[in-house]
Structure formats: structure tokens, C-alpha cells
């Protein structure tokens, strides 16, 4: 953690006669909290502010999408708001990651089931300082199977993209800091102990409601909402990426803290994430992703007070040659995946919630949408859900998977013999 006593940097200008180790240190902390209770009047001084912490990015600076979004994005009026109450407001809620996050933060690491829940205010705080950068770099053993969290590639570049995702996420800031929401957010890793056996499985299909129309986040409110995950959850949302799971991330954006403490997916994970708000509007995909306004989410709240809006990331196989994903393993891959992702850790009935799902793995990552809605009818059933397709503007594909998901339901065939010849339906 950015205020923790073992972020430390050498004291400047010692004579270094002694052996490294005995290098006198000092607080980083100290020299943040300096630097964040000086308003920073103009996006040079912000950029000089954001750069001090971290050696490595001060000399591969970049902030050219910081840069542009003060200089050329925001009109004088939203300048002046920017460094006169925003940022000033970003900086104290920042501050006070050391009274609001007393203990470090458990790691969600590989291989352990485990949940952390934290208050949407905590959260505000952990993104505020990865806004400016006051993470120290994580340790090597750490860094290669983590996402990255400081928000550095955020600022580099100055495409459209970078824009549309400065604004959205300043909405998020602007709407916290003028009012701290209550609630509380989980973060829930999750393990597949034992691979299931497809092919034994005698369980029939459960419902399936598919269209064309809608989206997972708009049309899924009360289902189990799948994000199409990299395996660092999040993938490219602070870097270039804009496709579904960044969206998700930047319109919700209390989903990107979990970059901070989820060691990357395994084969056989999901993380689930239970209570994050919606706090921005938007248009288009990818290249026309555009912040449209900001969003007041009415989700009515659980007993722990956490939103109920439940998004289970999992991350399907990048396939870079089509048929690779029709051998078996692969199937069996995708399958458990997204079973581990779809089923409720604790019981299979059917009251359990849909999931809301499309086309998982794709589109960046390659995928068939016929192969992959049956792999996803087939784990849905098995976790004792019915399925909310969304089959994103697709008309044709919504109608091959109806007929499929008929073809199966009519002959009452089972997810172990659906399993055994997914190339047959
Ligand atoms: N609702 C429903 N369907 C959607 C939505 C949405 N909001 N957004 C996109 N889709 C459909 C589109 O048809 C898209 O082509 O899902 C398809 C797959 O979306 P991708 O994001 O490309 O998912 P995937 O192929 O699994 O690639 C995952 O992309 O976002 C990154 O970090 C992610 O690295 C990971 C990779």
C-alpha cells in the first residue's frame, strides 16, 4: 500500500560507502502526502505530481491523453472545476487511504477460494490513488501475475479511446467525491476443486431465453452478468482495450480495484464480484465507445448493503487458429470454465438466478458463437441455471441457438450426450 512503512525510497545524495542494504531509506509516504496537498493549478504541475512516485515512469513519462484531455477535451469552465474542486477533492480522498484502509489488503492469489469485501469508500480511495499513481511497483515475484493498478497507461497516447475513457472515469470521481456512496462491495476468487466428467452428466438443458436486442448490463438486472474476461481481470481497461469487459470495468468502475489484488485466472478460476454501482452512461463499441452521461444506478441494495448487481469474470481461450477449438481438451477447458463461473458455490436449485450472458471469446479471442452458447448452455445446466442470451445485434445467430437449444430440449438429450458431439447440433 502506497502509506505502508516498508515504502521506503533511498535517502537522496548519502555517500553510498556501506553495502547496499544499510542504505539509509525514507518514507515514500511522506513525500506523497507532500505532493498531494498541493493543488496542482494546471495539468503540468498534475503531470509532475503524478509522475514524482515512480522512478521508472518519470523517465517513460508519457501523459499525452492527460495532456489533451485538460488542454483540448474539457471546456474552460470543466478546467477551472477540474483543478479548483475535483482533483483538490481526488487528492483528500486519496490522503486518506492510511485512516480508510488501516491493514494491506489480502491478495485474491491462485489457487485459494477467498473473499474480500471492502466499502464502495475504500474503493474510491484505493482508485483515486492508483489515479495518481502512488502504488509503489509491486515486487518481482508479484508484478508478472498481476494486473497492473497505478493508472500510468491511462494517460500515455492521445487516441479517441483514451478521451472517452477520461471522461468516463472522472464522472465516477466527480459523482464519489461529491457524495461518498454507503454500500459494500465483494470480491469473490473461486476454484473448481474437480474438473467435472461432461460426458457422464445425465442433466437435462434448462430454460433458455435468447434476442438480439439488449445488452448483459442493461437487460441482465437480477442475473448472474458474465464479463468476457482476460485472465488479469480487466485486460486492457487502463490501456487500450474497449470492448466488453473494459466497458464494464470503466462504466463500474469499483470492478478495477480488483486489478489491485487478483493474481491472474487460472484455467479452473472465476472471480465473482457482488455490490459494484453503475456510475456512467455510454454509446457505440471499441472504436465509437463514447461516455454519454452519468448514470444514476437504482439497484436496490442486499442485507450487507451491496448492490445487487453480481458479474462473474471468466476468461475463455484466445484461439488463433479456428478449429483449435473444437478438440476436446478445449471444449473441456471451456466448459469447466464456465462452470466454475456459472455455478453457486454453495447449492445447485433452481431458483438460483440466470445467467446473462453473449458471445463469450468471440470476438477478440476468436471464438465460434454457436460452439460457445452450447458450451455455456451445457455448464449453465450443470450449475442449474437458465441462460439470457444476448446475442448482440446477431438475428441469424439468435436463431441457430434457439433451434439448437429446441433440438436438445425436444429429444430430451443430456449435457453428457450434448458433451460427447458438440459438432452434431
Ligand atoms: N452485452 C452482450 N454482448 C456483448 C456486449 C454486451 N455489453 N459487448 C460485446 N458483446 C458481444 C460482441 O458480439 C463481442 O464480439 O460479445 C462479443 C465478445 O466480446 P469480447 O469483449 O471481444 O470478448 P472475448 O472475445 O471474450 O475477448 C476477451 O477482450 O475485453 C477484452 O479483457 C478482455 O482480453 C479480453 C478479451
Given at each position: ?9 533511498p ?11 544499510h ?6 509516504w ?8 498541493k ?8 503531470t ?21 484531455y485538460?488542454t ?29 484502509c488501516?491493514?494491506?489488503?489480502p ?16 474503493v474510491a ?6 489515479f495518481f ?8 515475484r508479484?508484478?508478472?501475475n ?14 479517441s ?45 434448462t430454460?433458455?431465453?435468447i434476442?438480439?436486442?439488449?445488452t ?10 458474465v464479463?468476457?474476461?482476460?485472465k ?37 478460476e ?13 454509446t ?32 475463455a ?29 454453495e ?5 438460483l ?26 455448464a449453465?445446466a ?18 441457430d441457438?434457439y433451434?439448437?437449444h ?20
Amino acid at each position: 500500500m502506497p502509506c505502508s512503512s516498508k515504502n521506503t525510497i533511498p535517502v537522496e545524495d548519502q555517500v553510498i560507502v556501506q553495502e547496499p542494504q544499510h542504505l539509509e531509506s525514507k518514507s515514500q509516504w511522506e513525500q506523497i502526502k507532500k505532493t498531494l496537498t498541493k493543488k496542482p493549478t494546471n495539468v503540468d504541475e498534475l503531470t509532475k505530481a503524478i509522475l514524482k512516485h515512480s522512478a521508472f515512469q518519470a523517465k517513460n513519462g508519457d501523459t499525452a491523453a492527460l495532456h489533451s484531455y485538460c488542454t483540448k477535451v474539457l471546456d474552460p469552465d470543466a478546467v477551472e472545476h477540474l483543478f479548483d474542486s475535483l482533483l483538490p477533492d481526488m487528492m483528500q480522498l486519496a490522503l486518506r487511504v492510511s485512516e480508510l484502509c488501516t491493514k494491506p489488503i489480502p491478495l485474491l492469489k491462485r489457487g485459494v477460494s477467498h473473499s474480500i469485501t471492502m466499502s464502495q469508500e475504500q474503493v474510491a480511495c484505493l482508485l483515486a490513488n492508483a489515479f495518481f499513481c502512488t502504488f509503489p511497483q509491486r515486487d518481482i515475484r508479484e508484478c508478472c501475475n498481476y494486473p497492473d493498478f497505478n493508472f500510468f497507461r491511462l494517460f500515455k497516447g492521445s487516441s479517441s479511446k483514451k478521451m472517452e475513457k477520461l471522461k468516463t472515469l472522472m464522472c465516477y470521481f466527480k459523482m464519489v467525491t461529491q457524495q461518498i456512496p454507503t454500500g459494500l462491495v465483494t470480491f469473490s476468487r473461486r476454484k473448481l476443486e474437480k474438473p467435472l466428467n461432461w460426458k457422464s452428466s445425465k442433466t437435462l438443458l434448462t430454460k433458455l431465453h435468447i434476442t438480439c436486442e439488449g445488452t448483459i448490463e442493461d437487460d441482465g438486472y437480477g442475473m448472474l452478468q458474465v464479463d468476457f474476461a482476460n485472465k488479469f481481470v480487466g485486460g486492457g481497461v487502463i490501456g487500450a482495450g474497449l470492448v466488453q469487459e473494459e466497458i464494464r470495468f470503466l462504466i463500474n468502475p469499483e470492478l478495477i480495484v480488483s486489478r489491485l489484488f487478483t493474481e491472474a485466472l487460472d484455467d479452473d478460476e472465476c472471480l465473482v464480484v457482488t455490490g459494484t454501482q453503475q456510475f456512467s452512461k455510454y454509446t457505440g463499441y471499441n472504436e465509437t465507445y463514447k461516455w454519454s452521461g452519468s448514470f444514476q444506478d437504482k439497484t436496490p441494495r442486499d442485507a450487507w448493503q451491496r448492490m445487487c448487481t453480481e458479474i462473474v469474470a471468466i476468461d475463455a481461450l484466445k484461439f488463433e487458429h479456428f478449429l483449435e477449438q473444437f478438440h476436446p481438451s478445449k471444449i473441456n477447458r471451456e466448459l469447466n470454465k464456465a462452470f466454475c463461473g456459472f455455478r453457486h458455490p454453495e447449492e445447485k436449485s433452481p431458483t438460483l438466478a440466470a445467467v446473462a450472458t453473449g458471445n463469450w471469446g468471440c470476438g477478440v479471442f476468436g471464438g465460434d458463437t454457436r460452439l460457445k452458447a452450447l458450451i455455456q448452455m451445457l455448464a449453465a445446466a450443470e450449475a442449474g441455471r437458465d441462460v439470457a442470451y444476448f446475442t448482440f445485434g446477431d438475428s441469424q445467430l439468435m436463431t441457430d441457438v434457439y433451434n439448437m437449444h429446441s433440438f436438445l430440449t425436444q429429444r430430451n438429450i443430456s449435457v453428457g450426450e450434448a458433451s460427447r458431439h458438440p459438432d452434431s447440433f
